[in-house]
């Protein structure tokens, strides 16, 4: 195998997993939504049936939106690493082809 054959395999894996990654924080993105709708839906639910009026359940949501938009800066800031491990990746790729080619 040459130089840069191992080189183009080591760059397809590590994308590879850098690809798995952003994967797993959109399955995260995704479960978080679900959850943040079924818990409302069921806090509403509960609320409604023992409440006098809806201050409860506004309290609720809106405790659930804060906690929704935390996650989702979470998550944000997640993909902005693995985009940003991605460019290094690439540049550095790059960078090592370049110097095979010209030692060659």
Known sequence: ???E????KEYQRSRRKLEEQEDEIKKYERQGQQLAEETYSEIRYLV?????????LEMARTEISRLEE???DN?????????YEQEE???Q????????KEGE
């Open 5 to 8: 054959e191992q080189l183009q």
């Open 75 to 83: 998550l944000e800031k997640e993909k902005k690493k693995v985009i």
């Open 70 to 72: 935390e996650f989702r």
């Open 1 to 3: 195998m040459t130089k």
């Open 89 to 91: 990746l690439e540049q």
């Open 48 to 56: 409604s049936s023992i409440a006098e009026n809806s201050e409860p």
């Open 93 to 100: 790729y790059r960078k090592q082809l370049k110097e095979i």
